[in-house]
């Protein structure tokens, strides 16, 4: 089992960037693929984007393409959403999920285990 926290979150201004980490505690993280969630108020959790365990291989959904960047740091156990020209509609809560074994990244995998969550929210 692999416990996660997210970290990162926070207020900025539309054009802005942040950067979220999930660190993850336990064995072998390398044999997790990783994935980021998002929920905005009154709507669905919705993926965003998933790395595989050692980063060969990466899915990312429409509406993040461009601007997002998932990246992983098996050293320290944490993989990073970098996102870049935030837009308010990026406002939501963002969740780090994980699955144990070797998986075909898209944009429907399923994931196992999930983190708390991390507020973000972008101003116009």
């Known amino acids: 089992q692999v416990q996660l926290v997210e970290s990162g979150g926070g207020l900025v201004q539309a054009g802005g960037s942040l950067r979220l980490s999930c660190a993850a505690s336990g064995r072998t993280f390398s044999g997790y693929a990783m994935g980021w969630f998002r929920q905005a108020p009154g709507k669905e959790r919705e993926f965003v984007t998933a790395i595989s365990g050692y980063g060969s291989s990466t899915a990312y959904a429409d509406s993040v393409k461009g601007r997002f960047t998932i990246s992983r740091d098996n050293a320290k156990n944490t993989v990073y959403l970098q996102m870049n020209s935030l837009k308010p509609e990026d406002t939501a809560v963002y969740y780090c999920?994980?699955?144990?074994?070797?998986?075909?990244?898209?944009?429907?995998?399923?994931?196992?285990?999930w983190g708390q969550g991390t507020q973000v929210t972008v101003s116009s």
């Open positions: 999920a994980a699955r144990y074994g070797t998986v075909k990244i898209s944009t429907l995998l399923k994931f196992d285990y």
